[in-house]
């Protein structure tokens, strides 16, 4: 089944492609005109590259579910046998695969432009990696909830991006933590828990809302 | 057709009587604690006459939360059950929710400027009602941007579910991202002792509002049920 | 409560607009239940 998420995901490499330009060029912005203080670029940088993470997993994500759905490959889940939360977690462990990690990498890359030390940027990439199953599938839950309606990638901005509030303030306390040299494994913790739950519950509310958008 | 209009036709009845029973409550309990409120009331020591804000803003939150509860509630039932009384119930209730959320927000900053110095702080408490007013305005856009009202109420059902929820997660995170930031928090109310002449104007006032809150949904919700039975009388014409 | 209190401003503009607001809210619920029951009959 993650097989044939991979090959699917694959073919909508353009979609892929256009979010990967919009994070590297919105970070290129950004860094641009921040200036060259090395103080506010290194504070910022955490903060913007985690919030431009969830910006363009929530833009992509239900584009992609859109497209499946005119393909008509949201139907054939309710036919399966097997429940479609395996289907929705399947499609969040192959989001995590073919877009999560390169979004991680192209970020760890591009966390230069903010000078970040070493350190640092191997933490940044650690609580992205941790948090982007949580992202994607909340992602997931956003273009099943307005898959029939008229608004928007906005809209679903505007749905979902007050639930992504927990994993960026626990992954941005993790980071300052790391940086004043503190014991971080209690926020760490925290963040896990609250990736795990997130993915737990978006997953729920999704095949529910999965089985409505297909009833119409 | 005839069990989908039967439980409807229930509440109009009984909220025939009890529409001006709840009115004039309202305005008996919004006079009482309007009175109580402003004139008998003793000033605060510390905050002086600034906390008689307390008085329209604490049951506002009370309101936001509650009314957010009882959203949750009945788009559990219409999920579930289907049940046309309780969809009609969450979307009547969403706006005087998002009011008092709104007017909770409002009323906070006023206090906050003459007490604290400023009108807004990220403290864990306001933001988190800031983000009770995001989930409503989220439930409201997603519910308005269907064409068909009835697949909008589900999904704006299934985020209202989803939100309620992560609503304690969110509190927790916020509180936790303070605690990193700003060691001294702000508390609002000093301690839970409160001398009685302040909490007699401040429960009529939770009680105006709570009147408040059934006068306009039942007014809603009438209208509502008015119009979707015109609906279907239409279609079948 | 003396109308020379400091903090007046405040303390008048939130209630005024919570009760503003409210009976706005009110009066506009009101006034659409009323023209729909009006039509009805």
């Known amino acids: 089944m993650i097989r044939r998420e991979l090959r699917n995901l694959y073919l ?41 993470a969830i910006l363009s997993t929530l833009f992509s994500t239900p584009l992609l579910l859109k497209a499946e759905a005119k393909e008509g490959l949201l139907d054939e889940i309710l036919l399966h046998p097997s429940s479609p939360a395996f289907y929705l977690l399947s499609k969040t462990i192959a989001e995590c695969i073919l877009f999560g990690l390169p979004l991680i990498v192209v970020g760890a890359c591009l966390s230069s432009f ?27 839950l956003g273009g099943l909830l307005t898959i029939h309606s008229q608004g928007g ?26 940086r004043l040299g503190l014991d971080s494994s209690a926020s760490f913790c925290l963040l896990t828990g609250v990736a795990l739950l997130l993915v737990i519950i978006s997953i729920t509310a999704s095949s529910w809302a999965l089985r409505f958008a297909i009833e119409g | 057709m005839k069990y ?22 309202m305005t008996i309990f919004f006079i009482a604690g309007l009175y109580t409120s402003l004139v008998t009331s003793p000033p605060d020591y510390l905050q002086g006459d600034g906390m008689r804000i307390m008085y329209v803003h604490v049951p506002a939150s009370w309101m936001a939360l509650f009314v957010y509860g009882f959203l949750a509630l009945m788009s559990f039932f219409s999920l579930v059950w289907r049940h046309p009384l309780a969809e009609v119930l ?14 909770s927000l409002i ?16 403290d864990a408490r306001l933001t988190s009602v800031l983000i009770l007013l995001f989930l409503y305005g989220g439930y409201w856009a997603l519910y308005k941007s269907y064409t068909r009202p009835d697949q909008g109420l589900r999904a704006a059902s299934i985020l209202a579910l989803v939100g309620v929820i992560n609503l304690p997660i969110i509190k927790g995170s916020v509180e936790w991202w303070n605690t990193l930031h700003q060691p001294a928090s702000l508390t609002k109310l000093s301690g839970p002792s409160i001398h009685v002449s302040m909490l007699t104007p401040l429960l009529l006032m939770a009680g105006a509002y709570f009147f408040y809150f059934l006068t306009v949904l039942i007014l809603r919700a009438c209208k509502e049920l008015k ?11 | 409560m003396s109308l020379s209190t400091p903090h007046l401003i405040y303390i008048l503009s939130a209630y ?9 809210f009110l009066v506009l619920n009101y006034t659409q239940w009323k023209r729909l029951l009006s039509n009805e009959t």
């Open chain 1, 12 to 52: 909508h490499g353009g979609t892929l492609l256009a979010t990967f330009s919009f994070f590297v060029f919105a970070l290129f912005c950004i860094a641009l005109t921040l200036g060259p203080h090395e103080n506010i670029l290194k504070q910022s940088a955490p903060a913007l590259i985690w919030i431009l």
């Open chain 1, 114 to 140: 903010f000078l970040l030390p070493y350190k640092d940027i191997l933490t940044l990439s650690l609580t992205l990696l941790i948090g982007f199953p949580a992202l994607s599938s909340l992602g997931i």
């Open chain 1, 153 to 178: 990638g906005l809209l679903i901005a505007l749905l979902i991006l007050p639930l992504t509030l927990p994993l960026l303030l626990f992954g941005l306390a993790v980071m300052e933590m790391v």
């Open chain 2, 4 to 25: 989908h209009l039967a439980q409807p036709s229930f509440f109009l009845k009984i909220t025939r009587p009890l529409l001006p029973a709840s009115g004039f409550l």
């Open chain 2, 90 to 103: 969450a979307i009547s209730a969403a706006p005087i929710g998002a009011l008092f959320t709104a007017l």
């Open chain 2, 107 to 122: 009323t906070g900053s006023l206090w906050g400027k003459p007490m604290w110095g400023t009108y807004w702080v990220w």
């Open chain 2, 227 to 237: 119009t979707r039975k015109l609906m279907i009388l239409e279609s079948m014409k």
């Open chain 3, 16 to 24: 005024g607009i919570t009760f503003v607001s409210l009976s706005f």
